[in-house]
């Protein structure tokens, strides 16, 4: 026996280094070579405007009603869709978590999003333009006398809003309701709570947490829609969305600094409403939705 | 103390019966229950206990049969509409809210007034000694006393029945035996009717007034923790009751309730005929009755010992290869010869494939 009383080597771990996490430096790099970079890029692009001082792009785009309307606009269109969505998704995942064929129907409503954004406005206009299926079906059976406009305007766009991002929300949504202990809501019956106040006790406030990161991601996704709202809607009226805004400044007048700008303003606007949800969501429980041990 | 359980004289379960698909899982209960009375539910897994306790709660519906409360029929009641108070296995609170707004719940749904609300969760948690930890969330509590908010809030309503499954199955040991205690002092305390689901014989015969014990969704015996103690009236019932040993054989002479049998042993074997209706019997006798004796008519080998403080516990093998299970004051090396031998009135004879 060698008296070799030196401690085992430190490693990595000792010293609260996690070797795998190390992984995920290449990782990092791409991140910051394909998002950081060019974000910063194009922050620093937007102080240096064609003309006037370095606020110039800003006080051009905010001194313009047509330009700075695009973030109503934009709103107009993201904010309904995404709280509609998400009150969609609540009571048909409250229903569908009980169902045998869940994953037949899971399948059916996941569809739409596989399909892409452009496949899906295609279809609309085909399905709900004024020759379309709908406004054909509905004449025949005498309950419209001339087509009703549903393309082309706020509405084609705010229809295929609704249809891409339904499946998202609902996905997180079931998600989230199939997570709570059935016993929660059986304990909360014994207890004399009828399925109204079951829901508005135990299950709402158990999802708030969730439904507000799915608000995040649902909104930040139809903030930024751009491809529906040239084609269903009305680019140069009212769906003249912020995104669209970007990308005329940055392809028919090539002012890049412009759209870097207007891309920044889009940033900005999107941050302050997942700020504000995330915020509001720290108010509410956010543990584990498990009854108890075992 | 104000907390009391809300009058009633009897609860009547009428045939009850559950199916699930073509599985019986409950098969025409009929029992009824008196006020103040603590009922335990015992059998093993898949007995259909918990069935029979959802469908007390109303979480279950009926295949077949009622349920009475004095002369109201209940299972056509929704969970909400009946009123009773249920521990859940798990515990199931409600992990957004603190523990008195837990024991409160029930209360809240029914409109009580707040004031009334706040003394009656302060006499809940008063009964269940938890009165200092009514602002934590129920994940800052240790697993017993999440186990006491559970109680608490099932009793703050004041319920006619109290329904427990299995609720000390996820506690240690020692926390166990005082649980049992107190849900025994709650239940005194209440006046109320409980009913008690376990698989554990220990908790069924130390809590109970009467024990109901059921197999494949059937009742095999219903008594008081004696009568189940010391005289199951089924082959199966004994076993579950620690009657580990169980030898066939062949009846010899019966002389009432005194009967003697072959084991295919040197000696027969004397017993107590409890059900007994052709030759072929089974004896059922528990190790700590099966002792080595001198004149013991069970010849055997030790297979195994173990130590277990008042006394050694051992396990043989019988000449027919028969696994024995007895008891010893002395150690045994493994491999020696025993004579085995348990007091007649300590064992059991019943008919032999007597179950279902």
């Given amino acids: 026996m060698s008296a070799d009383r030196r401690p085992r080597r430190r490693t990595l771990a000792d010293r609260g280094i996690d070797g795998v996490t190390l992984l995920l430096l290449p990782a990092a790099l791409f991140v910051v070579l394909l998002f950081v970079y060019p974000f910063v890029y194009g922050l620093l692009l937007s102080f240096a405007p064609k003309e006037g001082g370095w606020l110039g792009n800003y006080s051009k785009f905010f001194s313009d009603p047509y330009m700075y309307g695009t973030i109503w606009l934009t709103l107009r269109l993201a904010l309904p869709v995404t709280l509609l969505n998400i009150a969609l998704s609540v009571p048909v995942a409250m229903q569908v978590r009980h169902m045998k064929r869940q994953?037949?129907?899971?399948?059916?409503?996941?569809?739409?999003?596989?399909?892409?954004?452009?496949?899906?406005?295609?279809?609309?206009?085909?399905?709900?333009?004024?020759?379309?299926?709908?406004?054909?079906?509905?004449?025949?059976?005498?309950?419209?006398?001339?087509?009703?406009?549903?393309?082309?305007?706020?509405?084609?766009?705010?229809?295929?809003?609704?249809?891409?991002?339904?499946?998202?929300?609902?996905?997180?949504?079931?998600?989230?309701?199939?997570?709570?202990?059935?016993?929660?809501?059986?304990?909360?019956?014994?207890?004399?709570?009828?399925?109204?106040?079951?829901?508005?006790?135990?299950?709402?406030?158990?999802?708030?947490?969730?439904?507000?990161?799915?608000?995040?991601?649902?909104?930040?996704?139809?903030?930024?829609v751009f491809p529906s709202a040239v084609m269903l809607g009305a680019p140069a009226g009212e769906t003249r969305v912020i995104s669209f805004a970007a990308a005329q400044a940055a392809f028919e007048q090539y002012d890049y600094s412009y759209a870097s700008a207007i891309a920044m303003i889009m940033a900005v606007v999107q941050f302050g409403f997942v700020g504000l949800v995330l915020t509001a969501r720290g108010l509410f429980y956010k543990g584990p939705v498990g009854g108890g041990k075992g | 103390m104000a907390i009391a359980s809300a009058g009633f004289r009897e609860l009547r379960l009428d045939g009850m019966s559950r199916n699930f698909g073509a599985h019986n899982a409950l098969k025409e209960i009929s029992l009824t229950v008196q006020r103040g009375e603590f009922i335990a539910l015992l059998g093993p897994s898949g007995c259909g206990k918990s069935t029979a306790l959802n469908c007390l709660a109303g979480l279950l519906s009926l295949s077949d049969g009622a349920i009475w409360l004095d002369e109201k029929r209940i299972d056509t009641l929704k969970p909400e509409e009946r009123g009773f108070g249920m521990v859940f296995q798990n515990y199931a609170l409600f992990p957004h809210m603190s523990v008195r707004r837990n024991v409160g719940f029930g209360l809240q749904m029914s409109g009580v007034p707040k004031a009334e609300i706040e003394r009656r969760v302060d006499e809940a948690l008063n009964v269940v000694r938890l009165t200092s930890q009514g602002a934590k969330l129920p994940g800052q509590l240790s697993g017993g006393q999440q186990q006491r908010v559970a109680i608490a809030r099932a009793i703050a309503v004041e319920p006619p029945l109290v329904l427990m499954d299995e609720p000390l199955s996820n506690l240690d040991a020692k926390l166990r035996l005082e649980m049992r205690a107190e849900i025994r002092r709650i239940h005194r305390l209440l006046g109320s009717a409980t009913i008690y689901v376990t698989h554990d014989q220990d908790e069924a015969l130390s809590l109970a007034d009467r024990i109901v014990v059921l197999r494949d969704g059937e009742v095999r015996q219903i008594g008081t923790p004696q009568d189940l103690y010391r005289r199951p009236l089924h082959a199966d019932v004994a076993e579950f009751m620690g009657f580990r040993n169980a030898l066939p054989g062949r009846l010899v002479r019966r002389a009432g309730e005194e009967i003697e049998v072959d084991c295919g042993f040197a000696g027969t074997i004397r017993g107590q005929a409890v059900d007994v209706a052709g030759e072929r019997v089974v004896v059922a006798i528990r190790p700590a009755d099966l002792v080595p004796m001198a004149d013991g008519p069970i010849q055997a080998e030790v297979t195994g010992l173990e130590y277990r403080g008042e006394a050694y516990y051992g396990t043989a093998t019988g000449p027919g290869g028969a696994e024995l299970y007895f008891r010893t004051d002395e150690p045994l090396g493994v491999g020696a010869a025993v004579r085995l031998g348990a007091p007649a009135e300590r064992t059991l004879v019943y008919a032999a494939g007597g179950v279902g």
Avoid: K
């Fill in chain 1, 103 to 224: 994953r037949l129907l899971t399948t059916i409503l996941v569809l739409p999003i596989t399909l892409g954004t452009v496949l899906v406005a295609e279809g609309l206009l085909n399905y709900l333009g004024p020759q379309g299926w709908l406004n054909r079906t509905l004449i025949l059976i005498g309950l419209i006398d001339h087509p009703i406009r549903l393309v082309h305007n706020y509405w084609g766009v705010f229809i295929s809003l609704v249809i891409t991002g339904f499946p998202f929300t609902f996905l997180l949504t079931l998600s989230m309701i199939s997570g709570i202990d059935p016993a929660l809501e059986q304990a909360a019956a014994t207890l004399g709570a009828r399925a109204r106040s079951r829901f508005r006790h135990i299950v709402l406030p158990l999802i708030v947490p969730g439904l507000a990161v799915t608000f995040c991601l649902a909104f930040v996704d139809a903030f930024s």
